[in-house]
Each structure stands twice: as structure tokens, then as C-alpha cells.
């Protein structure tokens, strides 16, 4: 078992279903950082955004492993997870079926352990859509800059490079155009940003290309593209689920986002859950939860008594 300051160790679940593979059962990818106590019984579930991967969340892991045991998940087309056959089953009810098969695995293992959610943009949708059922027991849930209103800007932003598969002669190559394309993430160091964009990378024949499937983008651009009726719906069935959820709530806002307006995080604190909202300045969409600051303020939550 590896301890505070090691790596994490790479697991794999097999989530099953309709959507498992042609080829046999597909599996979904978990880093798992064991908390500094064996015998600790919380468990934090981290799942990041629509084109991340759960080495995104190496330092948050870092810092709260001397509370939790940490998972952070590489959604279905991500990093070390499988690939889907079918293009149209990259959306939320498959992301929540794998994740709910997660939590049960968990609950399997540790019947009496408290469960709590750190989710990024589509991790926060995810993290909404499994809270806002009875049964999950979710203690508590961090919604990381998303909310049931989704800005069409933002969507049509994130279009522009959703899928385009692009490959680089080098890893330089491709960390620059990362930045390039992630200038709402707000400062970070050159070694922040060369931690963040490693576990993206995949070399394959003397290139360099990204780690996620591009078919993530068709259902992504169909959303983008619906028409107003449809993404009014969409948005009713999200209020609904925020307002079911019954875990204490932390939602975090960069304050120049483009995805989650200051008037949805208004109405969030308002109702439901009534979320605490913390801005953090200069930051877009969205909060990468690297700076100290931002660690700072997710670790007090999900510790407060």
C-alpha cells in the first residue's frame, strides 16, 4: 500500500452492463491513494472534467490522504479507462452507472466508510446526478465550477477543440498547445502545468497525442448544438436533481467562468442544498485545485465537523 508522498497505484473495475464491449468487458480506470491510517474509514471519490483524467487531482489526493483514502476516476473514453464501441454512449447516464458500480464496490469493502465527492465540471454533473439518489448516502460534494445552467459560450468554446485529435512531434509540443487551449485554468507554475499535462500525453509511433477518445465530442457538440426547448429541458432535469440532494454542499467558482454564471451560483446557494459558494479570482473555467489556496479551501470542507 502506498503512503503520503508515493505514487498512486493504478486499479481497474469492470463496470458491465449493455455498454460493455464487443471484444469482452471493458474496464474503468481508478488511481487509488491509501489514507496514512489503514484503518481510516472515509473514502473521497475525484472525477474530473469533460477532457481530463484523474491525475488531475495528484495533489488534492496528496493533501487529504492523511484523512481519506482517495479515488480519483478516469471516466469512461479517459486516460486508462476503456473506450466505448458506441460514440453516443459518452453522457451522463453512463458515467453514472460506472461510477454508481464504483461506489457500490467501495461500500462492498468498507460497508461503514463515509463517502465524499470532489467532481470538475462534467465530474460535478456526475457527482449531482448520483447525490441527488437516497440511497448513495453521500456525506458531502464539492461541485467544481458547474451547475444546472451550462453557458451556451462556454459550450460552443470548448467545440472548438473537443475532438480535433491533433498529434505533435514532441511532448513540448503538445504540453504548449495544451496551455494554449487552457487559459481559463488561471496561473500555475511551470511545474504545475508540466504535473497537469504529463498524464494527458500518450506516445504512439514517434508522435505525441492526446489520451481521450475523440468521439467524446459527438454527444458533446450535439448538446452544444440543441436547439432552445431541448437545452431548457435539460436544464429542468438538472435543477431537479440539485434540488434532491440532501449532502452538505461546497461549489467552487472561477470568478471570470464562462460555463457558471454568477447568478447560477446565486440560485444555488438559494435552494436545494443550498450551496457555500467560494470564488477565487483570476481563475476561468475552472479551478484546476493545484493552488494552495484552492486546496486550502476543499480540504477545510471536507474536514469541518
Not at 473506450?83 to 459518452?90: I, M, R, S, V
Request: glycine share 8%; net charge neutral.
Amino acid at each position: 500500500m502506498n503512503r503520503i508522498g508515493t505514487a498512486p497505484l493504478l486499479r481497474h473495475l469492470e463496470p458491465g452492463g449493455p455498454l460493455a464491449r464487443t471484444g469482452g468487458p471493458r474496464r474503468m480506470a481508478y488511481w487509488v491513494w491509501p489514507a496514512a491510517d489503514a484503518a481510516c474509514r472515509r473514502v473521497l471519490i475525484c472525477v474530473h472534467g469533460l477532457t481530463r483524467q484523474g491525475r488531475d487531482f495528484d495533489l488534492l489526493a496528496q493533501a487529504m490522504q492523511s484523512d481519506s483514502h482517495v479515488l480519483a476516476v478516469d471516466v469512461a473514453g479517459r486516460g486508462e479507462s476503456d473506450w466505448l464501441d458506441d460514440p453516443l454512449a459518452y453522457q451522463i447516464p453512463t458515467y453514472a452507472a460506472d461510477l454508481l458500480a464504483l461506489v457500490q464496490h467501495v461500500r462492498s469493502e468498507l460497508p461503514d466508510a463515509s463517502l465524499d465527492w470532489v467532481g470538475s465540471s462534467l465530474g460535478g454533473l456526475i457527482g449531482m446526478a448520483l447525490a441527488a439518489q437516497p440511497g448513495l448516502g453521500l456525506r458531502r460534494l464539492v461541485l467544481n465550477d458547474v451547475g444546472p445552467v451550462i453557458e451556451l459560450a462556454a459550450l460552443q468554446r470548448m467545440a472548438l477543440y473537443v475532438g480535433r485529435n491533433p498529434s505533435f512531434a514532441s511532448a513540448q509540443e503538445a504540453i504548449d498547445y495544451l496551455r494554449s487551449i487552457s487559459g481559463a485554468f488561471g496561473p500555475h507554475t511551470p511545474a504545475q502545468w508540466l504535473a497537469l499535462s504529463g498524464p494527458m500525453l500518450r506516445e504512439r509511433a514517434g508522435r505525441w497525442w492526446l489520451h481521450y477518445d475523440p468521439a467524446i465530442a459527438l454527444p458533446f457538440q450535439a448538446l452544444a448544438e440543441a436547439a432552445a426547448p431541448l437545452v431548457q429541458q435539460a436544464q429542468a432535469a438538472l435543477w431537479s436533481q440539485y434540488d434532491a440532494i440532501a449532502a452538505r454542499t461546497l461549489l467552487l467558482r472561477g470568478a471570470d467562468s464562462d460555463l457558471l454564471s454568477r447568478a447560477t451560483a446565486a440560485q444555488m446557494a438559494a435552494r436545494g442544498p443550498r450551496a457555500h459558494c467560494v470564488e477565487f479570482a483570476g481563475v476561468g473555467h475552472a479551478p484546476t485545485l493545484v493552488a494552495a489556496d484552492q486546496l486550502a479551501v476543499v480540504k477545510a470542507f471536507l474536514n469541518a465537523a
